[in-house]
C-alpha cells in the first residue's frame, strides 16, 4: 500500500480505536489498536515496511521529547536518588539478569540476543504507570518512584538495547569500549540537548523581542524542536538522540518561565498540538504491532524448531522474569526505607506486587524492537528475529492484559487505565468557593486610573491591576502563598507591558527608581542576616551562602546599570546559577533537610525585614515617597511577601488544595478583567476592535486554566 494511503489509514484506526474504547470500556484502547492492527494485516494484506533511521526519528524523537516535558520536577527531586536507582540500576539489573535468566530458560536466543531483548522491555509506559499506580492507591513514595522512573528508564533502556543489539550483529563485544562509548554517547547527547533546547529558546526569545510572535510559527518550531535535536546528536555528533532529547524536554519543563500567562494562546495551542501528536504516534505504533503480528506469528508457527504453544509460553516466562525483578526491586526500595526510618509504611509484598505488575510495557517497546535488523554482519540472518519479535509483542499484551485483569481484583475496584495519547473527556465542572473571611490588607493596591484614551497595551495594564486588586480582596490568611503567587504572576505582565509600551526617556527613571529600592532592600536584608548569626539563629555555612546569594544580586543590578546587555542572557545565567545553587546543596556534607530549613527561615527573615527597611527608607524626610513609580514598590513588596508565604516550613496544605485556591482566586480575577474591558467599551475609552482582542486573551486565559485543571496531579 502506497505511504499516503496507509498513513491517512492508520490515522482512522486510531480514530476508530478511540471511539470503540467508549462502549468497550474494559479492554485497554491500546489492545483495541492491537486487535485492528491484525484485522487490517489479515484481511487487506496490509504491511509496513519499517526502517531503523527514520522509525527512531518520527516515533522515538517527539514522544521522549513530551514525556520529559511532562516530568513531574516536583517528585524527582524529592526522590531523585531512588527515582535514577529505578531507571539506571534496575534497567541495568534487569538488561543483564533478565537477559541472563531468559536465555537459560529459552537456549535458541543467544545471549546477546537474550540482553537486547531484556533492554528493550525494561523501559514501562509512564501514562499506564502513573494511571493504575494511582488507582490502586499506591504510597505516595512509591507511586512518584514508578511514575519517574518510567520517564527517564526509556533513555536507558534504549542505550542497553542498542549496545546488546550491536553486539548480537557484530558477534563481538569489548566491554572497554563498550563503557568509554557509553558514558561518549551519554553525555555528548546531554550537552547538545542541553545546548541545543537553550539556543532554540533564546533564538524564540529573540524573535519574540523583535515583534515575531505568531502562534502558528511558534507551535511549528516547538513541534519540530525534538526532530532537530535528535538527528543533530545522531548524525553530527554519533551521541545518543534519544538522551538528547530527554534531556531537552525536561529543560524545557524546569525552566522558570512566564509564557503561560504571558502567552496563554500559544501555551493552549502547543499543547492541544502535542496530544494530537502523541494521540496518532502512540495509536499507531500499537496498530503497526497487531500488523506486524501475522509477520512475527507466521514465521514461529510456520518454523519447525519451535513449537507455537512453546512460544506463548516463552512470553510468560519472559513477563514473569521481569515482573519477579520489578517485585524484588520494589520491596527491597520499601524494605531499606522502613529500616532506615520505622515511621514510614512497612514493607509489604502486596504493594510491591501492585507496583510490579503497573509497569506496563508500551509504545517505546514496541519501536525499539521494530529496529532489529534482519541479518547480522555476516550476511547471516538475525538469530530468532522471529521469536524476538513475538516475545516482545507478547509480553506487552500480556503486560496490558494483567494490568488491566489483575489490578481490579487486588485492588477490589475498577482502575484507570490510560497509556500515552489516551483520550480524556475534559471536565468542565468549577468546584464553587467557600465564604471568605475578613482579613487585614497590608500590601498597598495598585492604582486603577484609567486615561481617556488608551491603546491594547495600556487597556491590559488596567485590567491586569484590577485582577490584582481582585486578588487582594479575597486574600484571606489561608490563601496567602496561592494569592501572592498570583499576584506576582500578574505583577510581571504589568511590569513587561509597562516596559514595552515606555519610550527610552521614560523607561530609564523608572528603572532607575526600582534600582534604587531593590538595593535598599539588599540592604536590609544582609543586615538581617548579620544579626541572625550574631544572635546564633542560623549557622555560618548558610548565612553565608545567603549572602553570597545577595553580592550576586548586587552586581547583576550594578551590571544592569552599566551594560544592560540581553534579558535571555541575563535569565539564562540565573538558571545557571540557580542550578548551581540546587547542585551544591545536593552535594552538601550537611544534612539536607537541616541546611534547607535555615536557607528557608532566612529568607523569611531577611524578606520582613527588606520591607521594613523599605518602610523606613520611603519615611525619611530626604526622599520624597511620590517620586518613585507605585507599581515598582508594590511588584517588590509582594516579591518579598511571596517569599515569605513559601519560606513558611508549615506547609501542611496538600499541592491539590494549593490548586484549587489558586485556580478560584484565578477565576475571581478573570471575573474582574471581564467587567474592566466591559467598563472601557461602555466608556468609550477603547474601541470595539480593542475589546474584543482583550476578550480572546482572557478566554485564552481561561481555556489554559481549565487545562491545568484537567492535568493536574494529587500529591
Known amino acids: 500500500m502506497p505511504i499516503i494511503e496507509l498513513v491517512i489509514l492508520l490515522a482512522c484506526l486510531v480514530l476508530l480505536s478511540n471511539v470503540l474504547s467508549h462502549y468497550l470500556v474494559a479492554i485497554p484502547v491500546s489492545l483495541i489498536q492491537v486487535g485492528l492492527g491484525l484485522g487490517v494485516a489479515l484481511l487487506l494484506n496490509v504491511q509496513v515496511k519499517l526502517q531503523t533511521d527514520w522509525f527512531m526519528l518520527v516515533f522515538i524523537a517527539?514522544?521522549?521529547y513530551n514525556d520529559g516535558r511532562e516530568f513531574p520536577k516536583q517528585e524527582l527531586w524529592e526522590l531523585r536518588g531512588a527515582i535514577f536507582a529505578n531507571a539506571i540500576v534496575l534497567v541495568f539489573i534487569t538488561t543483564i539478569l533478565g537477559g541472563f535468566l531468559i536465555h537459560v530458560l529459552i537456549p535458541t536466543i543467544p545471549l546477546a540476543v537474550a540482553i537486547a531483548l531484556a533492554a528493550i522491555l525494561s523501559p514501562t509506559d509512564p501514562v499506564a504507570v502513573q494511571s493504575i499506580s494511582e488507582g490502586v492507591k499506591l504510597p505516595k513514595e512509591v507511586l512518584h518512584l514508578v511514575s519517574g522512573e518510567s520517564l527517564i528508564n526509556d533513555a536507558s533502556g534504549l542505550i542497553g538495547f542498542k549496545y546488546a543489539l550491536a553486539a548480537a550483529v557484530t558477534g563481538s563485544f569489548v566491554l572497554g569500549k563498550a563503557v568509554g562509548d557509553f558514558f561518549y554517547i551519554s553525555l555528548v547527547g546531554l550537552a547538545v540537548g542541553l545546548l541545543m533546547i537553550t539556543i532554540i529558546q533564546l533564538?524564540?526569545?529573540?524573535?519574540?523581542?523583535?515583534?515575531?510572535?505568531?502562534?502558528?510559527?511558534?507551535?511549528?518550531?516547538?513541534?519540530?524542536?525534538?526532530?532537530?535535536?535528535?538527528?543533530?546528536?545522531?548524525?553530527?555528533?554519533?551521541?545518543?538522540?534519544?538522551?538528547?532529547?530527554?534531556a531537552a524536554g525536561v529543560l524545557t519543563h524546569i525552566q522558570n518561565s512566564h509564557e503561560s500567562e504571558d502567552a496563554p494562546e500559544l501555551k493552549l495551542v502547543t499543547e492541544k498540538v502535542w496530544n494530537i501528536i502523541v494521540y496518532l504516534?502512540?495509536?499507531?505504533?500499537?496498530?503497526?504491532?497487531?500488523?506486524?503480528?501475522?509477520?512475527?506469528?507466521?514465521a514461529t508457527i510456520k518454523g519447525t524448531h519451535t513449537n507455537t504453544l512453546h512460544a506463548v509460553f516463552d512470553v510468560l516466562i519472559v513477563w514473569g522474569i521481569l515482573l519477579l525483578i520489578r517485585v524484588a526491586w520494589t520491596y527491597g526500595y520499601m524494605l531499606f526505607g522502613w529500616l532506615r526510618d520505622h515511621s514510614k509504611k512497612r514493607p509489604s509484598v502486596r504493594i510491591a506486587a501492585l507496583s510490579g505488575l503497573s509497569g506496563v510495557r508500551g509504545a517505546i517497546t514496541m519501536a525499539g524492537v521494530f529496529t532489529i535488523p534482519t541479518v547480522i554482519a555476516n550476511g547471516d540472518a538475525f538469530p530468532e528475529r522471529s521469536l524476538v519479535l513475538f516475545i516482545a509483542a507478547g509480553v506487552i499484551i500480556v503486560s496490558l492484559v494483567a494490568a488491566a485483569g489483575i489490578l481490579p481484583l487486588m485492588?477490589?475496584?475498577?482502575?484507570?487505565?490510560?497509556?500515552?495519547?489516551?483520550?480524556?473527556?475534559?471536565?468542565?465542572?468549577?468546584?464553587?468557593?467557600?465564604?471568605?473571611?475578613?482579613?487585614?490588607?497590608?500590601?498597598?493596591?495598585?492604582?486603577?486610573?484609567?486615561?481617556?484614551?488608551?491603546?491594547?497595551?495600556?487597556?491590559?495594564?488596567?485590567?491586569?491591576?484590577?485582577?490584582?486588586?481582585?486578588?487582594?480582596?479575597?486574600?484571606?490568611?489561608?490563601n496567602q502563598r496561592a494569592a501572592y503567587d498570583l499576584i506576582l504572576d500578574q505583577q510581571f505582565q504589568i511590569r513587561r507591558l509597562e516596559v514595552a509600551s515606555q519610550t527610552a526617556d521614560e523607561l530609564q527613571p523608572m528603572l532607575t527608581d526600582e534600582m534604587q529600592l531593590r538595593l535598599v532592600a539588599l540592604a536590609g536584608e544582609r543586615q538581617a542576616v548579620q544579626e541572625m548569626v550574631a544572635k546564633g539563629e542560623t549557622s555560618k555555612a548558610a548565612a553565608q551562602a545567603y549572602l553570597r546569594r545577595i553580592d550576586k544580586r548586587e552586581q547583576r543590578l550594578s551590571q544592569a546599570a552599566h551594560k544592560p546587555g540581553l534579558p535571555t542572557l541575563r535569565s539564562l545565567r540565573l538558571l545557571l546559577g540557580r542550578a548551581m545553587q540546587g547542585l551544591h546543596l545536593w552535594l552538601s556534607p550537611m544534612d539536607t533537610d537541616k541546611l534547607r530549613a535555615e536557607q528557608a527561615e532566612i529568607t523569611r527573615v531577611t524578606s520582613k525585614a527588606a520591607i521594613k527597611s523599605l518602610s523606613q527608607y520611603l519615611k525619611q524626610a530626604s526622599v520624597d515617597e511620590q517620586q518613585f513609580d507605585r507599581q515598582a514598590l508594590y511588584h517588590l513588596i509582594v516579591h518579598y511577601r511571596n517569599r515569605i508565604e513559601n519560606a513558611k516550613a508549615d506547609h501542611s496544605m496538600s499541592r491539590a488544595d494549593y490548586e484549587h485556591q489558586r485556580q478560584m482566586l484565578r477565576i475571581k480575577s478573570l471575573g474582574a478583567e471581564r467587567a474592566g474591558v466591559q467598563h472601557l467599551l461602555e466608556s468609550g475609552q477603547i474601541s470595539l476592535r480593542t475589546a474584543a482582542k482583550l476578550r480572546q486573551f482572557i478566554n485564552y486565559s481561561e481555556n489554559l486554566l481549565m487545562l491545568n485543571d484537567d492535568d493536574a496531579e494529587d500529591d
Not at 285 to 296: N, Q, S, T, W, Y
Open 281 to 298: 504516534l502512540n495509536g499507531i505504533i500499537f496498530l503497526i504491532l497487531g500488523i506486524e503480528l501475522p509477520v512475527a506469528t507466521q
Open 411 to 478: 485492588a477490589s475496584k475498577s482502575l484507570p487505565f490510560m497509556t500515552r495519547g489516551s483520550s480524556l473527556d475534559e471536565d468542565d465542572s468549577v468546584l464553587a468557593g467557600g465564604p471568605a473571611d475578613d482579613a487585614d490588607h497590608e500590601v498597598e493596591e495598585p492604582a486603577g486610573d484609567v486615561p481617556t484614551q488608551i491603546n491594547y497595551k495600556q487597556a491590559r495594564i488596567y485590567i491586569l491591576q484590577l485582577a490584582v486588586q481582585n486578588i487582594e480582596e479575597h486574600r484571606r490568611p489561608e
Open 203 to 246: 533564538i524564540r526569545d529573540v524573535l519574540r523581542r523583535e515583534g515575531i510572535n505568531d502562534t502558528v510559527f511558534n507551535v511549528v518550531l516547538q513541534i519540530l524542536t525534538p526532530f532537530a535535536i535528535y538527528f543533530v546528536a545522531e548524525e553530527w555528533f554519533s551521541a545518543s538522540g534519544v538522551v538528547a532529547v530527554v
Open 62 to 64: 517527539p514522544m521522549l
